[in-house]
């Protein structure tokens, strides 16, 4: 489930601030995000966030699962040698596990061997408390993934805080990641009841930020920061998009956008894309 982690990478690298709040409790004056490609033979980086702040370097790794080529912890010590050798700062490192498990490799916070001892921080999602997320912008789309009695009502507050957001395009993106994050846990049928934009709109928050008389024209907006958000996307998972299906994407609602938004991830190649487009368009 790469896809999963590559999606945490990119919400680490877009509000790296307030991922350094969390992790680090502090407030950064500078921050830096680094290349995760390391001297020596590279080692599995789709998944790793490095962030420099005033001398120390927040190396985050986020596993969905707890299977892994080389194992989590002997891992952690790779990097933590690798970039100490590099950057000669200290390093805080941080495994982030996404979904819930009873695998001991998500309560293992160190590496032992016979001479050496490595630790690092483990952060399960789902012991997490909800409300450092439902009141942060970065943070929001992990906090379907965190502890809950009642998953309805923890989705409508993350729906209610959702529809909070100003800006079109922040809010749909949002959006987006939060719906795909959502996934790790709940019901799909459960997460599009409560997360879609229709529900977040009859919200009064919603409707005292836009007014009815300015809908038309937001929807249209809505649909060009949706074709925006997901061109950029698809350019990153496979290189420039040819125009043609360019167009293609163009003609898409926003609904539609949206969905291809959270189906492209399983795509392999782009002759998925392109079979997708043939069957949503046409029908």
Known sequence: MAEYDNLCKI?????????IRWLLNQEPQKIEILKTELSIE????????????????????????????????LRMLDYYVRLTRKYQVPVT????????????????????????????????????DSS???????LLPFAPLTRTDSAPTLLSQVAEEIAKISDIGTRQNTAAYTE?????????????????EEIMQESVIYQDIFQKGERKGE????????????????????????????????????????ELGEEFLDFADVSDLTAWLEQHIST
Not at 108 to 114: F, K, R, V
Not at 132 to 138: H, R, S
């Open 42 to 73: 590279p080692i599995r980086a789709d998944s790793v966030t490095f962030l420099q702040t005033e001398n120390r370097i927040l190396h985050i790794e986020f596993q969905t699962t707890t299977q892994s080529q080389q194992p989590i912890a």
């Open 180 to 196: 795909i994050l959502a996934g790790l846990k709940f019901d799909k049928d459960l997460i599009r009841q409560l997360l879609s």
């Open 132 to 138: 450092l997320f439902l009141g942060n912008l970065g």
């Open 219 to 258: 929807q249209k907006g809505e649909q060009k920061e949706a074709f925006r958000f997901l061109q950029r996307q698809l350019n990153r998972r496979f290189g420039e998009i040819d125009s043609s299906i360019i167009e293609r994407l163009g003609v898409l609602s926003t609904a539609q956008l949206e």
């Open 93 to 128: 490192q941080v495994v982030i596990f996404l979904q819930e498990t009873t695998d001991e490799v998500a309560f293992t916070e160190e590496y032992i061997s016979e001479v050496t001892i490595h630790r690092f921080r483990v952060i399960r999602m789902w012991e997490q």
């Open 11 to 19: 919400l680490a690298e877009t509000y790296p601030r307030d991922f």
